[in-house]
Structures are given as structure tokens and as C-alpha cells.
């Protein structure tokens, strides 16, 4: 600006002013020329060298933060090959700062040949908490299966240490969730099923079929099958479709070849966006971790189930308020976990305490049987009342719990192992899941005893509990252990057994049903409830030489007041005398059947008497 002006005066000056003497002229015209010349050069230089200063200084970069970058970013080893490594498993020695060592020691030390080193390791980056962002993702990039499995089941491990899921692919064109679920379960095999399977798979085909005609124009069909919704030629609702589907899933996978089938074909991904789309349906995400779960009972998929993304949503659920979803991740996570966990967890089969791994030495097993129409969590909650009804459940336990096994008795006995067990069950055979499946008490028990076994449990001394017709099994259960000689630890193992209202010569239910069957159409199993049962006299006779002989200990409740079985039918589903197994403490309880098992809160006399009674008769076991 200031070189502008001067230039404008000048010009101003030489134009206004008189003219000189002609002699003078052309050397003072010169000499201005010089001078505004001159003047302009030197400016413009010292502005050009000033804005290239300027430019340099800010594009200069600092090393030292890029290289500091750098080691946040990646791994540094020596490049040096595998055979010349031997045993040396050493960082480079680039410099980084004291506290960042702990995370490269860490990871080294979780992959050692030391198991205990192994154990160790995991459990101290679970604790950690000062670490940054960039720390924890370094240990997520760079662990092994092991370690990261192993961080899942850790209870206080920080959700950073878990990479979100890849990018699921694309739907295929002109396809749907739906569809592809179809397909993929169209591409398993049909032949050698168990018939439940069968009917399952050839309902859920039928329906996603009659959907997708639906979609492409309107059936032409007028039922013929029986199946729902055959008679519409609405569309079939696309959650009605998927839920078919996965209880053909389900079943399917069970069966290790079909498991592998599922992997093949893209299940793990198919069933993750599935999830992600019913976040607001628990049932839908129950039975993809039910398939989840039995998929992971198969080592040689571990590595897969992994890398699909599995364990950061798995990890989410463990950790959910809602102690069904966390039961289920917990199952799928301990079958993934060889390190800790020797036994497996099969289909029904979900333990409730400890769910993660502990440093509590584990002294005994108590095992919780539901009965007819029972749950395996549902049946242990806390008895209902008109504020629990009326208000929402708080997620403080100590207030209400929705299954006073895991809440209340874990806390009480930490030493146990508490497990609860679910089977379908079915008053009517209306009702019936599967109209194929006749189960009896005896082909139920021996299904049972099967699974619980491969969970490891007789290994340990344990207790059962039961209510309703889950006491018929575990009678059931004991007897057919004792002609098995490779289920013999379950029996010598038995210390005693709680009944909850169990009709050990038979109920009231079966005879009601009986009468009105063209109403209800009793299923199998409350026909072997009724009282002339020769399957029932004879399991209670045998069952009661053969706890006398064993020396089992025996706590038995019944409830005292009538049942409503929906709006009209109010019944005393097992009276005093049916209760009675003929040893042991029986104690009537001013409850009805549903209540029986569900105690109004943790001092009240239900819970404290079980309690009292499973800490006595464990007491020798829980002392060592």
C-alpha cells in the first residue's frame, strides 16, 4: 500500500509541477525512473520472499510426532525369518514410551506356551483401565482367538478391546433377507432328519414359498396343507416367515455336518444382519443365538465365527440387564472358550452362574429342572404381584428378579455352578410345537441325561431342584444313570434332590384333561401324569427303593391353594398326598402350583428353607 501511494505521489509531481529548465529535465526524469523502479523490485522481492517463508514454515512437518504416529498405528517386529527366531519373540527396538510397553508385553505374554502366563495376561488387560483408544484396538488387531475369547468371557473387559463387525456383502439382486434365509435353508440336506426336523424345514419351505408368491402376483391356493396362513392370498408377514425359518435352523443345527453347511453358505452373515434388523425382537434374536450356540459346539468353526464379527455382539449381550439374552451369549461364549472350559453346552442346556471366567474355585452343581409349560428361566422368577405387574421390572435386582437362581442363590453360594435346563413341553397336543414329537418321560430323561453329561456335570457333587413334572424327570434321569456304567458319576455324585410340588402319583390335571379331551386333547405327557399310570407307579417304586438305598436327601414342597388354568378352569393340580414321596421333609406352602417354585422375595420362607437345605447338605463338599 505504502509503495502505491509514493508511486501515485510522484506521478503527481511530475505532472503538476512547472517545468524546469530543459537541461535539468532528463536527468531528474531519470532519476525518478530509478527510484520508482528500484523501489518496486525491492518491495515486491521482500513481499515474495516473505509469503515463501511463510509457505515453508507451514508445510514443515514434525517428525517426531509422524514417527510417534506410526508406532500407535502399527507393529514393529524384526524381520527376521521363522526359522532363525527360534524362541526369541522380541519388539523392535524403536523407542516408545514407558507405559505403551505394558500393551506389547501384554499380547506377548498372552500367546506363551505358559498356560497359567496365558490366564494371567488376559485377566490383567481385562483389568486395565488407564489405557487410550489407540491402546485398546492395537490388543483387538493383534490377539489371538484365544486371547480374544478370553477377554469376551472376562466380566469388567472394556468394549474397545472388540472390533466392530466387517461390512456384511450385499443382498444378492431383486432378493430379500427372507428369501436368502430360504435359500439357505433350502440348501441343506433333507434326507436322514428326525421327523421334528423334517416338519419344521418342510414349514418353514411352504411358507417363505407361499410368501413369495404372495410378492409375485397372489396365490392360488386354497390351504390343503393346514399350514397358517395358506388360506390368504394376503401376504404371509415376512416375520412370521423368518421366524419359521430359524426354528428349522435350530433344529438343523444340531447336526455338526449341517453346521458346516450353514458356515458354507454364508449363515454367519445372513444371521447378523437378521439380528441387527430385529434388535426389537427378543424372540427372533433368541433362537439365532440358540443356532449361534450350536454352531460354536464344533471347533474346527471357531476361527469363522470370529472373524465374522460375532464376538463384539456377543459380548454387548452378555453384558444386557435381561438375564435371558445374557444366558444365551454366555452359553455360545463358553462353548468358544477351550482355554477355561472343558465341558459343552448344548441346545437347552444354560448355565447361569459363573457366566464369565472367575478365580472361584467351583466345588458343586446345581441343576434346576422346569415342569410342564415351564422355562428355563421364566419358571425361576420371582413371584409376581400387582406392582410388578403394573410398573416396569427396575434392573435392580435386589427390588425384583426374573430368576432368583442367578440373582439370589449365586450371590448366597458363589462356589456353585448353577444351571438351568429347557425342553418343549405341551399341555395339549394342539398346542404341540412340533405334532410329530410324542415324547415320553422316558425318552425326554434319556435326551436329558445325554446333554447334561457332555456338560460336565457328575463331576462334581450336586443337587437337583424340580418343579411339576421336571421332578418325574429327574427321577427318571437317576434310574437310568444307574444302568449306564458311563453315567455312574452322575449317581455317586448326587447328594439330594428339592421337589416343588411333583405328582409322584399322579394329578389332578390329567384326570380334568382326561374327561374333557375332546376339549383340550391332553399331550403325552400329561397322559402320564394320571394317576392309574402303571409308567408312573412303576417309576415311583423304583425310584423311592433306590433313594433309600442311596441315602439321597430329599426336601419336598406342595402347595396348599387351587390353580386357574386360563379363565375358567380353576384346579388343585397336585394334592398333599400325590407330593408325598415317602422320605425326606415334605412341607405344604400356602401358594398355588405356578408359585410353588417362585418365592415373593429373598428372606421369604420359600427361598431361605431351599437355601438352608442346599447349604447343609453341600456343606462337607463346599468346606474342601
Known sequence: MSLAAYCVICCRRMGTSTPPPKSNTYWRDVRNIIKFTGSLILGGSL???????????????????????????????????????????????????????????LLRKSKSDDRAARLQAVQEMAETRHWHDYQYRIIAQA????????LARSKDSDLRFFLCPPPLPSLKEESSVEEELRQLLASLPQTDLDECIQYFTSLA?????????????????????????????????????????????????????????????GGLQLLQ???????DCPKVQRNIMR???????????????????WVSILVEAIKSHHIMEASHAARTLANLDRETVQD??????????????????????????????????????QQDNDQNLSEKVSEDETK??????KSWLA???????????????????????????RKSIAFRSNELLRKLRAAGVGDRPMIWVSHSMGGLLVKKMLLEASKKPEMSTIINNTRGIIFYSVPHHGSHLAEYSVNIRYLLFPSLEVKELSKDSPALKTLQDDFLEFAKDRNFQVLSFVETLPTYIGSMIKLHVVPLESADLGIGDLIPVDVNHLNICKPKKKDAFLYQRTLQFIRDTLAKDLEN
Not at 213 to 238: D, H, I, M, R, T
Not at 346 to 362: K, N
Not at 422 to 436: F, G, I, K, N
Open 291 to 309: 443356532i449361534l450356540g450350536n454352531m460354536a459346539l464344533n471347533e474346527h468353526l471357531h476361527s469363522t465365527i470370529v472373524r465374522s464379527g
Open 47 to 105: 513481499f515474495i520472499t516473505y509469503e515463501v517463508l511463510a509457505l515453508k514454515k507451514s508445510l514443515t512437518l514434525d517428525t517426531q510426532v509422524v514417527q510417534k504416529e506410526k508406532m500407535k498405528s502399527y507393529i514393529y517386529v524384526h524381520t527376521v525369518s521363522l526359522d532363525k527366531r527360534e524362541n526369541h519373540d522380541t519388539f523392535s527396538t524403536i523407542d516408545i514410551e514407558d507405559h505403551e510397553c505394558a500393551v506389547w508385553l
Open 143 to 150: 490377539c489371538d482367538l484365544r486371547t480374544l475369547i478370553g
Open 344 to 381: 459343552k453346552y448344548q441346545d437347552g442346556v444354560y448355565v447361569l452362574h459363573p457366566q464369565y471366567r472367575t478365580s472361584q474355585p467351583i466345588k458343586a452343581d446345581v441343576l434346576f429342572i422346569h415342569g410342564l409349560m415351564g422355562a428355563a428361566f421364566k419358571t425361576w422368577r
Open 400 to 405: 425384583y428378579t426374573t430368576c432368583w437362581p
Open 411 to 437: 450371590r448366597d453360594c458363589p462356589a456353585l455352578r448353577i444351571i438351568s435346563v429347557e425342553y418343549d413341553t405341551s399341555l395339549s397336543d394342539w398346542r404341540a410345537r412340533c405334532p410329530m414329537e
Open 205 to 265: 419351505l411352504s411358507e417363505s414359498s407361499q410368501s413369495l408368491a404372495a410378492q409375485k402376483g397372489g396365490l392360488w391356493c386354497f390351504g390343503g396343507n393346514g399350514l397358517p396362513y395358506a388360506e390368504s392370498f394376503g401376504e404371509v408377514p415376512s416375520a412370521t416367515v423368518e421366524m419359521f425359518c430359524l426354528e428349522a435352523l435350530v433344529k438343523h443345527s444340531e447336526i455338526s455336518t449341517h453346521c458346516d453347511k450353514i458356515e458354507a453358505n
Open 273 to 279: 444382519r437378521l439380528y441387527q434388523l430385529h434388535k
